[in-house]
């Protein structure tokens, strides 16, 4: 593996998983103790334009960081949170592990016991009327308070990389901040109306660095506090909020994995979902508000941070949500046309009343998909399959601790098709409204082309056909009443209609009520 490779998949490595990735494997003890105090007016400089980056695992920290004191941070007024230190991390030969130099509003302290510390400065937990922090299973260490959550292996040789090189045009790595610099991604050039129209209402809806970060510390905490009932599961934030397809108005989606083992959705996730909403609706109930219990296929608690105002969905070991998130993450950022494109359909989708899995309609992610399998199927395809391309890399079979580390190793993606952002935008309408097959095909972009449906029970009579590249199973089911999808070939066929005379986005969707509504 190269210099560039090892730094990359390091920065990868470093924000979704921030726990041991080897479940039962302690992990390494601290070997020394450092103390750094900065004051940091970062949240002053959030960078508006970065995609999400993968930040490090840590071992247990102690800090005094609270709800009040998110609170705090989401308002600017860091004068009122108190400072902490924080500890190099080591590496896998026991040695500390060089440290981003970047301003961090918080730094964690190491905790050597229980006794070392005196209850008063020890960690605060939501509602807890107690200062000490409950001892959990060592094989699962808890996270520092501000690192996203993507596993990563604490045994990793990369820990060795010391520099980031310059990754401008790849998918993007991960950084050793919570607030990251920013990266340079091009965005392409708008020569034509209805391009320019697409271009600005992606950077005035794309979400923000900001938006991520509240997202983050509400998943921070909520795992503190699970790993009480669950000591070694961990919390992940996977889905929009981290494959670059988010907009500063999506919901927050969250993966809580008990087991490397597959757990029977209809008994045993209902049953520990229902302790995580007892949890949220009885000692969380000042900081949680709207726990729900939703008896789906996939069941799952909705909930509402009233801090960060941001909805959420928590699943249990619906761990195919942690690897589609990193194969979506590469297509976004392979070809710059891409999240702009996805960004718009989402959306149109969502002022026609289109995007809704709970009301018979598209989810987000089908509507993702249904984008990138367009861009494959161009006579000049604008993007490939990454799963028939790179298969090591995007293997279904493959350790979750493994699958952050793909996209940095993916390259950009050249096209020969030089279309305007506004073309693709009407010929994406123009193919689903004339080209494509609804009775008889079914997009894949595992294979990169419409293919004809399968004939297990999932497919028959089913109007809407969009296989998951991981399960094969079928992302579009919601769409089970030709009422509803009838509404939606009517609407793709009049918005192609539409933008094919006009070459105006106003005119099918209403640019600033969108972008006020963002």
């Not at 983050?216 to 934030?237: A, M, V």
Request: glycine letters at 4%; one cysteine or more.
């Amino acid at each position: 593996m190269s210099r560039w490779e090892d730094t990359c998949s390091l920065q990868v490595e470093r924000r979704m998983f921030p726990n041991s990735s080897n479940l039962g494997r302690p992990s390494f003890p601290p070997k020394q103790k450092q103390q750094q105090q900065q004051q940091s007016d970062c949240f002053n400089k959030l960078p508006l334009n970065t995609p999400p980056t993968l930040l490090p695992h840590q071992q247990v920290t102690d800090t005094r960081f609270n709800f009040q004191n998110e609170a705090a941070l989401l308002s600017g007024n860091l004068a009122t949170i108190p400072a902490v230190t924080q500890q190099p991390m080591p590496n896998a030969n026991d040695s500390p592990a060089h440290m981003s130099d970047a301003p961090i509003a918080f730094r964690g302290r190491k905790r050597l016991s229980d006794q070392s510390i005196p209850h008063d400065v020890k960690r605060q937990r939501f509602n807890s009327h107690r200062s000490e922090t409950t001892v959990v299973n060592q094989a699962v260490p808890l996270p520092v308070e501000h690192r996203y959550s993507l596993p990563g292996s604490n045994q990793s040789p990369l820990f060795h990389a010391h520099s980031i090189p310059d990754l401008t045009g790849c998918v993007p790595p991960l950084r050793y901040t919570l607030f990251p610099d920013p990266i340079e991604t091009p965005l392409p050039v708008a020569k034509d109306k209805l391009s320019q129209q697409v271009l600005e209402l992606f950077q005035a809806c794309q979400q923000q660095t900001c938006d991520l970060n509240r997202k983050e510390l509400c998943r921070t905490e909520l795992q503190r506090e699970i790993q009480q009932i669950f000591p070694q599961s961990r919390l992940f934030l996977v889905g929009s909020s981290l494959n670059g397809f988010g907009t500063r108005s999506s919901d927050g989606d969250l993966c809580l994995v008990v087991k490397e083992e597959p757990v029977n959705q209809k008994t045993e996730a209902r049953h520990i979902l229902s302790l995580v909403q007892k949890l949220f609706s009885t000692k969380l109930s000042s900081y949680i508000e709207r726990p729900q219990l939703i008896r789906a296929k996939v069941p799952i608690v909705k909930f509402r941070d009233k801090v960060s105002c941001v909805e959420f969905d928590l699943n249990v070991n619906n761990v195919v949500g942690i690897r589609n998130t990193f194969l979506l993450r590469t297509y976004a950022y392979i070809e710059n046309r891409v999240r702009p494109l996805v960004l718009v359909v989402k959306k149109w989708a969502s002022f026609h009343e289109l995007n809704d899995a709970s009301r018979g309609t598209l989810s987000s992610y089908t509507l993702v998909l249904m984008v990138l399998h367009y861009l494959q199927t161009l006579p000049e395809p604008i993007l490939p399959s990454l799963q028939k391309n790179y298969p090591e890399s995007f293997d279904p079979t493959m350790q979750l601790h493994l699958v952050h580390q793909a996209p940095c190793t993916i390259p950009p993606y050249l096209s020969k098709n030089g279309s305007s952002l506004g073309d693709l935008l009407i010929g994406f309408f123009k193919y689903y409204a004339t080209e494509f097959d609804w009775s008889h095909q079914m997009i894949s972009i595992r294979e990169a082309k419409a293919i004809p449906r399968p004939d297990g029970i999932e497919w028959r009579n089913k109007f809407i056909c969009v296989e998951e590249p991981f399960d094969r199973t079928n992302t579009a089911r919601a769409v089970h009443e030709k009422h509803k999808f009838d509404i939606i070939k009517g609407e793709i066929l009049k918005s192609w209609q539409v933008l094919r005379d006009k070459k105006d986005l106003n005119c099918i969707l209403p640019l600033r009520m969108t972008v006020q509504k963002r």
